[in-house]
Structures are given as structure tokens and as C-alpha cells.
């Protein structure tokens, strides 16, 4: 464990609880009078919930634009396009999962640093890394997932599909000012966006624990994250309340996670299949890579990787006795826990792209987080572990 690390509280003020997206408005009324309400296209508007939000905007003097035209991998251009629907606004509200808030996120940036609603190439300074966000317009997150940790961590995940890249990218500034988690809204989730979402909270969960990145405070948080997924990931795709409110908090988790440590391999690998398939689900191409990723490191990783993977095989009910010798059975735990939630489709079947091409986009576009790997990954090494993984 590494207790030598620096740590600043996340500034995000947390509400949990059924019902409290009635709060949106007074929540943003703190922020400012004009609001940009970003949020998914239909799965919102017919449940009620973006009503149900503007409403709250409206009765605290709040006014309110709605942008709901993401894609699914939300790319550069759909940023632009949400921050010319509203140039002006002084508050973003993300109402929906991972796309909607990923986006509402680069638009919190794009408002505060350019006069100008910004061209694909001034959004793409921030997002390739070549500037780092130093500030952005507050924003108000109600995460209708559990899986992407956004509305806590200081991500965004945006996709340029002239250069077929998906990057993720962020700093402070990015970090939600309020998260709404009303688990009514999660309650509308359908079973396998509840199984894939959850997955993507397990891979950041257990991503975190074994990255270079990784703390004591990272430790607690990740392995409690996963008992939690580990207890409730089933009952939660199978419809119960009291699951998906604790998936919730396994996301929250999740999310600090991010914040204090990253993901690893396995979230790179997933973003190049992901930049050759732009429809295919973050956790469909997780779940493809996933074990083998986990083999990668099991074999070749110091004896405190070794441990640490025993470790999340543990936290998955498998029966270790020794977390150093046993750790090689977690690949065999992921396949299952893969299979039991229907998401064991292999690379091969989400994409034509070659190993070799996936593996060149992934050394290109996802450096840093391959450099948080617990174990080096040469371009080569990644080649493998596709090839594995078609
Ligand atoms: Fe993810």
C-alpha cells in the first residue's frame, strides 16, 4: 500500500436519495440564472425526469436550454453543437449517463475558456491533452447509471471520429460542484444497461486498485467498491431497488477511485475498440478485454500485483488461500462474472479491426493511462493481449 500521496478532498457536494432531483433548481440557482440542461434523448423525456427537472429549474427563477443530441460515444462535434444551443449559460445540469455527462463536461469547459462558441479543433486542444482545463462553468450532475463515477471524478471521455480516436481527458476543473444521486431515476434503468454500466463501475474499481496510481485511500474505497458490486450487481439487473441504490454508492466509490488513482489497460484497450466501433457499449468492449488484461498483469507483475489481483478474486467470492499464488484463478473469475451478465462477446465479435490496428490506436491515443498499467505494456504486449482477447 502506498501511504506516501497527496490528497485534496473532492469539492463535490453529494446528495443521495430518492426524490431529490426536486433540489436541481435550488442547487443551480447557486450558480447562476441560465441553465443548460444536457441530457439523453429519449430515455429522460419518457420516464418524466427531465420534466421533473426543468420544473425545479423553473420554480427557482432558473431558466433553462435542453441539448439531447449526444451519441452514445459522444464525439467532439456533438460538444460544439451543445455549447452553440446555449453560448450564454452560467450553470450546466448533465441529467442522464455516462454520454450526456461527458458532454455536458466539455461544454462546462468550452463556456468558461472561449469568448466564442468553440470549433471542433478548440475543443480538441483540451481533449487531446495539449492544454490542461483549468476552469469551467459549475456543473450539476444526476447520473442515471452507475457506472461511469463522472459525477464525481474530474473526466471526460470524447470521441473524434475524423482521427478515430476516443480519449478521456480533465484536471480539477471538471469535477461536478453538485451530484444529484436519486436512485427513482436509477430505478428506470433496463437489465443490461444495468449489467453493463455496473461492469464499468467494476473495471474502474478494480482498474484503480491495481494502477501504479493507486493509495490508501484508493485501497478503501476500491475494495469496498467491489464487495458492493460483487453483492448487488445481480440483484440490481434484476430489478431491485435496494441493489441499485447500492451500486450507486459502489459508483460514488468508483469515482473517487478515479480521481485518486485511473484505470489501466483494460479501459485503454476497451477506448481503441470503441474508436474503430463507435456504437459499440463502453462495457461491451471492457468485458472483451477484461481477463486477458488481467492474465497480462497476473504474469508478469511483481509479487504486490499478484497479491492485489488474489485479492479482487477474493472480493468475488472465488475461495483464495493465498492471494500471491492464487491471484492467476481472477481471469478465470472475470470470464465468469463476464458470462453471467451476457457480456461475453470477444473483440473479435465487436469489431474487424486487426489487433494490430487496435493495438497502434491504443498506444497512440490512451499513453497515460497505459503508463498507469501496474505492469510496463509495449505496443507489442498490447498486440498479444488483443490476440488473446479476439
Ligand atoms: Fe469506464
Known amino acids: 500500500m502506498n501511504t506516501d500521496f497527496d490528497y485534496s478532498h473532492p469539492r463535490t457536494q453529494v446528495r443521495f436519495g430518492r426524490g431529490r432531483r426536486d433540489e436541481t433548481g435550488e442547487v443551480a440557482a447557486r450558480h447562476g440564472d441560465d441553465a443548460l440542461v444536457v441530457t439523453t434523448r429519449n430515455a429522460m423525456q419518457e420516464a418524466g425526469f427531465l420534466d421533473d427537472v426543468l420544473a425545479s429549474l423553473e420554480e427557482a427563477d432558473v431558466s433553462a436550454t435542453v441539448y439531447d443530441d449526444a451519441d452514445p460515444n459522444p464525439t467532439v462535434a456533438n460538444v460544439v453543437d451543445c455549447v452553440e444551443t446555449a453560448p450564454d449559460a452560467e450553470i ?11 458532454v455536458a463536461k466539455a461544454a462546462a469547459l468550452s463556456l468558461a475558456v472561449f469568448d466564442e462558441p468553440p470549433s471542433i479543433e478548440d475543443v480538441w486542444t483540451y481533449a487531446s491533452g495539449e492544454k490542461r ?13 452507475s457506472g461511469t463515477g463522472s459525477h464525481v471524478d474530474p473526466w471526460a471521455v470524447v470521441t473524434r471520429a475524423d482521427e478515430r ?29 444495468a449489467a453493463r454500466t455496473g461492469f464499468d463501475a467494476f473495471c474502474h474499481l478494480n482498474e484503480a486498485y491495481v494502477a501504479r496510481g493507486s493509495d490508501a485511500l484508493t485501497d478503501a474505497n476500491a475494495l ?20 441499485r441504490e447500492k451500486m450507486a454508492v459502489a459508483d460514488t466509490l468508483a469515482g473517487f477511485c478515479e480521481a485518486t488513482s485511473g484505470t489501466v489497460a483494460t479501459h485503454a484497450l476497451a477506448h481503441a475498440i470503441s474508436a474503430y466501433e463507435p456504437d459499440v457499449a463502453h462495457g461491451d468492449a471492457l468485458a472483451s478485454v477484461a481477463a486477458e488484461v488481467a492474465a497480462y498483469n497476473v504474469e508478469n507483475g511483481d509479487d504486490e500485483t499478484k497479491r492485489r489481483y488474489g485479492e479482487i478474486a477474493e472480493t468475488l467470492g472465488f475461495p483464495v488461500a493465498d492471494r500471491k ?47 498507469n498499467n501496474p505492469v510496463e505494456v509495449e505496443e507489442d504486449d498490447l498486440v498479444g493481449i488483443f490476440e488473446d482477447a479476439y
Do not use: C, Q, W, Y
Request: hydrophobic share 45%; charged share 30%; aromatic share 4%.
Open 92 to 102: 450546466v445540469v448533465a441529467l442522464g449517463g455516462g454520454s450526456p455527462t461527458d
Open 133 to 145: 482545463p483549468e476552469e469551467a462553468t459549475p456543473l450539476v450532475a444526476l447520473p442515471s447509471t
Open 165 to 193: 480516436a476516443k480519449v478521456g481527458f480533465g484536471g480539477d476543473a471538471l469535477v461536478p460542484h453538485d451530484a444529484i444521486v436519486d436512485a427513482e431515476i436509477l430505478d428506470e434503468m433496463p437489465a443490461d444497461l
Open 224 to 243: 469496498r467498491g467491489m464487495e458492493l458490486v460483487s453483492r448487488n450487481l445481480r440483484r440490481s439487473v434484476e430489478g431491485s431497488s435496494e441493489a
Open 325 to 371: 499464488l492464487d491471484a492467476p484463478f481472477v481471469v478465470d473469475t472475470f470470464r465468469e462474472f463476464v458470462a453471467e451478465f451476457d457480456l461475453d462477446a470477444s473483440v473479435g465479435d465487436l469489431t474487424d479491426a486487426t489487433p494490430e490496428e487496435l493495438a497502434e490506436n491504443a498506444a497512440e491515443h490512451m499513453r497515460l493511462v497505459l503508463r
